[in-house]
């Protein structure tokens, strides 16, 4: 196998946790008085941490002290309806699963609250991921190359031997700026239109298929 290390994205790309996010959004602007959003508007405000999606959903003009009171709302709306509708993507356990039977280290990095990414690996994929990072004070988040940086640190891993799967235009950039190659998927929050209007030469649609790449690499 080429790769060592393969380091996933969360949201889009090992959970599709969409609906819940947009529960505990809807909840927080039911709080302020502000209009509810729908999926697909939720589908393109993921990614850049949970800041940005309050900002996104409350729509632009939000006085950034109303943004800073509405963040300890919307985190404790997750904490409660966070895992209500979340599932795996078809076939993702068993990928990340083969891959460490391969002989593979496996981590994931995230945008979302660490204390969540920690808690939604370990509730969804016990034991299958040897670091999972999210957010946190002093860090800068993706598409800044930090945590991926940590990770490569903690596992002992060149960047050479690491490969880094996600589903966005994020994802996209984090990989180029921590210098890793990527696997782009189809299955999660970007169409395959827009991950190729990135740049991204190939998408995966399936988690087999994924493997597959991994495997004979």
Known sequence: MRYKTVIFDMDGTVLNTLEDLLTSLNLTLDQYGLPRRNLDQMRHFVGNGMRAQIERGAGEGTPPGLIDEMLPVFVRNYQIHGAEKT?????VPALIANLRAAGCRT???????????????ETYFPGLFDVSVGERPGIRRKPAPDSVNEVLGLLGVSREEAVYVGDSEVDVATAKNAGLDLIAVGWGFRTEEELRAEGVERVFHTAPEVEAFLLES
Do not use: I, M, T, W
Request: glycine content about 4%; hydrophobic content about 40%; proline content about 5%.
């Open 87 to 91: 599932r795996p993507y078809e076939g």
């Open 107 to 121: 981590a994931v990095v995230s945008n979302k609250n660490d204390a969540a990414v920690k808690r939604l690996a």
